[in-house]
């Protein structure tokens, strides 16, 4: 079973492009949650969508940002015109289905290094 | 906002010696995990402790919780060089989502 894979590992955008980073869950897992890591601190939460949903995306910036969780394929975090401000380390995280309420482990994937030019 | 913080920020040991670490959190929570992270790499689970627990062990790592004091802290026992990463606590609130909110980290330096 392999673990959360993300994709690309790197991606370096100049200012005004887009970012498209991926993420494809354990299988089984039908929870992604996407966080941001600037340099120097911890992992902040943005977004946390179930299929073809978006649960809660209270952490997410009110522009520019977009994320979606197709019925099939990989979870998508979409940047438009990045800024230098974007450049961040995105990891996504997976966790099953929710059993009875019950807190369910995430797994988290190796993570995108964005750079912004 | 972020849940919690750590103190110390940074701390160096020489190996062999006893790292503690500890992280305060606001809100009322599920349960609270440790983290690790080398150098410009992912997360590594280490450890969870429900908001029922007061300590848990897992080889060397022993974590405990005082929900009155809404902190936690992590002992690493006799440490090696291979300890030397960054570490985190995160939090899943008592209601809401799933999500973990994560303190600011504390960068573990293992001298040889």
């Known amino acids: 079973n392999a673990g959360v894979m993300q994709n690309p590992r790197h991606l370096v955008r100049r200012r005004g492009q887009e970012a498209r980073l991926r993420c494809s869950p354990m299988k089984g897992h039908s929870h992604v949650y996407w966080y941001r890591q600037l340099p120097e601190e911890g992992l902040k939460f943005m977004v946390y969508?179930?299929?073809?949903?978006?649960?809660?995306e209270s952490g997410m910036p009110k522009e520019r940002f977009s994320a979606e969780f197709p019925k099939e394929g990989p979870s998508i975090l979409r940047i438009q015109q990045v800024v230098r401000g974007d450049s961040a380390a995105y990891f996504c995280a997976s966790s099953p289905p929710w059993r009875g309420g019950l807190y369910n482990e995430q797994f988290f994937g190796p993570g995108t290094r964005l750079t912004v030019l | 906002s972020q849940q919690g913080e750590e103190d110390p920020q940074a701390l160096s040991i020489q190996e062999g010696e006893n790292a503690t670490m500890n992280c305060s959190y606001k809100?009322?929570?599920?349960?609270l995990q440790w983290y690790r992270q080398n150098s410009g790499r992912g997360l590594v689970h280490l450890i969870l402790?429900?908001?029922?627990?007061r300590e848990k062990h897992s080889g060397r790592l022993r974590v405990t919780l005082d929900t009155s004091k809404k902190s936690s802290s992590l002992l690493i026992t006799a440490s090696r060089a291979a300890d030397t990463a960054s570490y985190f606590c995160?939090?899943?609130?008592?209601?809401?989502?799933?999500?973990?909110?994560f303190g600011t980290g504390t960068r573990l330096t293992v001298i040889p």
């Open positions: 402790i429900r908001s029922n627990e």
């Open positions: 809100t009322s929570i599920n349960n």
């Open positions: 969508l179930q299929k073809e949903n978006i649960i809660d």
């Open positions: 995160a939090t899943v609130r008592q209601t809401g989502a799933n999500n973990l909110f």
